[in-house]
Every structure is written in C-alpha cells, then in structure tokens.
C-alpha cells in the first residue's frame, strides 16, 4: 500500500532551531554576566579582608541583586519589544481590512521585488492571502509570527537562572578553599568558566572559538585584576 508523502517540516524546524539558538545563547551571556560579577566582587572584598563573613554576605548579595537587575532589564526589554510586535500586528489587521486590494498589491510588489515576475508574484501574493493574508504580510513586510511573540516573563526567568548558575561558580570558589589560596582558585575557576562560555557562544553564533574565548577572558581577568587592586588597596590603608 502506498503511503501519501507527508508534506516537509523543514521550515518550521529551523525556525525553532533558531529559536533555540537564542535562548541559548542569552543563557550563555546571562551566565558570563553572573559569573564575572559575583567574581569581581568577591575577589574585591577578599583583597581588603580575609574573613569569611563579609566575602559570603558581598558574593550573596551581588549574586541576589544581580539576578534581580537581570531579569527587571530583561522584563523591560522583552515587553517593550512584544508591544511594539503586537501594535504592529494591530495595525496590519487594520489595514487588511480597510483595503484588501491595496494591500494585495503590496504585497505582490515585494515578492516582485525580490525577483518573481509580475505574473508569479501575484500569482504568489494571491495564493498566501488566500491561506492567512495577516500571516503573509507580517512575514514578508515585518519578519513576525504572529504565534511566536516573545513572552517578557520567560525571557526574565530565564536571565536571572542563568545568571545564578553564573554566580554560583564564583561564589563557591571564593568560600571553600581555605584563606590563603581562596583568590587563585577563585581566578584560575572564572577564567576556566569564561573560556567556557566564550567557547560555547561562538559555537552557537558560528564564530571562532579561541578568539571568543580569548576576549571574554582577558576582559574577565582585568575585571578580576582591578577589584582586587583597589580591594586591597582600601584593605591597606584601612578603610574597609
């Protein structure tokens, strides 16, 4: 018996590969962004102290500010970027209804753009509108799906988790090794995790790994390097 060929899901699947990919990627930076400031910070108190007090209550409350601060400019930007996506849906809406031929001609006039002849691309315009006219217009005049508009909550949630798993790293190097290599062990587990999370963000954007991985640990180490010079320099001279 022969089966009917099922119709190709290729499109779609990249489409959510792509979305994927971002996430990810966000993890990735939201990660690096926890890791090198809760080091930066943690370091800079052990060089002005060596209690363990004021470094754990330093490295605890710039991993909870931090992940909060993420997720409040993550919040932010996501709404603003979902109410521009959905005013534009609304006004297309609104045009679609307003003059239907003006905006089929439109919309055969960009595919006409882009190459197809005056004949295919009404043909093309014709045949969409047909399907889902918004779908048609939002895709080819603004790259929206109008099923696929970010949620500002997801994106918030999940800046300030990979913010904490971030933090954590550097947090934990700090307080358990013992107070004269605490600092090392600190510096050598953040420049790891960077060269990490550098390696694995110009996987996912395509890039060259040890570059990437080369900047994000040089700026991590200078980080590291000036917050325990003026850490220890106030230690000095007895301010803190």
């Not at 022969?2 to 994927?20: I, Y």
């Not at 370091?43 to 330093?58: M, N």
């Not at 963000?201 to 325990?228: C, E, N, Q, Y």
């Amino acid at each position: 018996m022969t089966q009917t060929p099922q119709a190709p899901v290729e499109p779609h699947s990249r489409t959510n590969l792509a979305q994927r990919l971002n996430w990810l990627r966000a993890g990735v930076l939201g990660a690096n962004d926890g890791i090198v400031s809760t080091a930066a910070v943690v370091v800079g108190v052990a060089g002005a102290t060596s209690a363990t007090g004021p470094i754990a209550t330093a490295g605890a409350a710039a991993l909870v500010g931090g992940a909060i601060s993420m997720a409040l400019g993550e919040y932010v930007s996501v709404s603003s970027q979902r109410d521009s996506e959905r005013a534009l849906i609304a006004r297309e809406t609104r045009e679609l209804a307003e003059d239907p031929e003006g905006e089929l001609d439109e919309l055969a006039s960009m595919y006409e753009a882009r190459g197809l002849t005056p004949r295919t691309a009404r043909q093309v315009a014709t045949e969409l509108t047909e399907v889902d006219a918004l779908a048609a217009h939002l895709s080819m005049e603004l790259n929206i799906d109008q099923d696929d508009v970010v949620s500002p909550w997801h994106a918030a949630f999940a800046s300030a988790i990979a913010f904490t798993l971030g933090a954590v790293l550097p947090l934990l190097a700090i307080l358990l090794p013992g107070p004269g290599v605490r600092v090392p062990v600190t510096f050598v587990a953040t420049l790891l995790a960077l060269a990490a999370t550098g390696t694995v963000a110009a996987w996912i954007g395509g890039g060259s790994k040890g570059r990437a991985a080369a900047r994000v640990v040089v700026g991590g180490a200078l980080a590291l390097a000036v917050t325990f010079a003026v850490g220890t320099a106030l230690g000095t001279a007895g301010v803190v």
